[in-house]
């Protein structure tokens, strides 16, 4: 079954309905859009968020454009209000999100459009807003006898909440915002925790303020201009110092570890002699974007990467990456859905004049 349409959306996060929003301001969703979701329900990655992250402690919760973010009790969780928003917003501006819908290749046809084939048939299109985030691609690092690990380990893609590790000798491995709350989280529950990072954190002071935002997304953007692997924002921005995260430095919660030379049955060992028992050790590293169904076009260039300007994919104008890079953020995913939109626009405007100005 082949379905054409003028753009298809794939993902039905913050950047893909962001997107779907603009889009529909100029097509019928079903026949100039379609937006192909994998999860099950609405949500994005937000949906599988664990149950202790609330309100009060979650990084940030922006609006999708037109409709206000809910604002319920600071100790909230997250991930069902944010999911009933999501599907309220599908809704509301009338996305027909199609899922589950597994995307497995976008190729090139000999005609210039797009085939973006998934396990419910094939969709036809002029343009592509790729919005599948990183949730799904959780990086796992490798070390020296990690597989003769006797305890358990995890990755946050995998974390329900800090009494699974109650009395337990727990090692948190990595050093940005979700390391943090694991470790803020599970300390008092453990027997006892360690923090190990590659670099040692850059603790911000002060307010981050928008020209702050503005100077640390202008240097991830550099990255994917670049055609690198793009960093998270964190990364240049360093970790904000709320109270809570003061305090827990002040209790020594937060007193960082260098990583490990090898990984030993019973737990962690440093070529300097140093050993930590662990039984337990939660890899909270990251993700990776989720990007193999556009192998086929052959985007990623000698750095890892994928050149891009702004959101376009530099070398074909028919793809956009929201939610890579510099708009991985909430907030700019937003305008990186409103900006690919625009420019997508534009492309079907000189290619098929009459189509483009369809609404």
Same mark, same amino acid.
């Given at each position: 079954?082949? %379905? ?25 969703? $079903? ?16 949906? @599988? ?43 509301? @501006? ?54 003769? @690990? ?10 329900? $909440? ?35 990072? %590659? ?8 307010? @981050? ?36 995260? %003061?305090?827990?430095?002040?209790? =020594? ?13 019973? $737990? ?41 300007? $702004? ?25 990186? =859905? %409103? ?21």
């Amino acid at each position: 079954m082949v %379905r054409e349409v003028e753009v298809v959306v794939v993902g039905a996060g913050q950047a893909g309905l962001a997107a779907a929003y603009h889009l529909r301001r100029f097509y019928e969703p $079903g026949t100039g859009f379609a937006v192909l979701d994998h999860a099950p329900h609405a949500g994005g990655a937000w949906q @599988f968020r664990w149950p202790t992250l609330t309100f009060a402690t979650v990084n940030g919760v922006y609006q999708l454009p037109g409709m206000a973010v809910p604002e319920p009790e600071a100790s909230t969780p997250v991930a069902g209000v944010i999911s009933d928003y999501f599907a309220a917003y599908e809704r509301e @501006f009338d996305l027909r999100v199609q899922r589950p819908v597994s995307v497995r290749s976008v190729r090139s046809l000999p005609d210039g459009r797009l085939e973006v084939g998934t396990d419910r048939g094939a969709w036809v299109a002029k343009a592509l807003v790729n919005a599948t985030g990183t949730w799904e691609r959780p990086f796992w690092p490798r070390y020296s006898g990690q597989e003769s @690990f006797a305890g358990r380990q995890l990755h946050t893609a995998q974390y329900r $909440g800090p009494r699974e590790f109650a009395g337990e000798r727990v090692a948190v491995v990595g050093g940005g915002i979700s390391a943090i709350q694991h470790l803020m989280e599970i300390h008092p529950f453990a027997a006892a925790t360690a923090w190990v990072t %590659r670099r040692p954190p850059q603790w911000r002071d002060g307010e @981050f303020n928008p020209d702050r935002g503005r100077e640390a997304v202008a240097m991830v953007e550099e990255r994917v201009r670049r055609g690198l692997r793009p960093q998270s924002v964190i990364s240049v921005t360093g970790i904000p110092q709320t109270p809570q995260i %003061r305090a827990a430095r002040e209790a =020594g919660v937060l007193e960082r570890l260098p990583v490990f030379d090898r990984i030993e049955p019973g $737990g962690l060992r440093w070529d300097d002699g140093r050993f930590a028992s662990v039984d337990a050790i939660l890899w909270a590293t990251g993700f990776r974007a989720s990007l193999d169904h556009l192998a086929p076009l052959r985007l990623r260039g000698p750095g890892g990467g994928i050149v891009m300007d $702004g959101t376009r994919v530099a070398a074909d104008p028919r793809v956009h990456l929201v939610g890579y890079g510099p708009s991985a953020s909430t907030v700019g995913a937003n305008r990186a =859905g %409103r900006a690919a939109v625009r420019e997508i626009r534009e492309l079907l405007k000189r290619d098929d004049p009459v189509s483009a100005g369809r609404r």
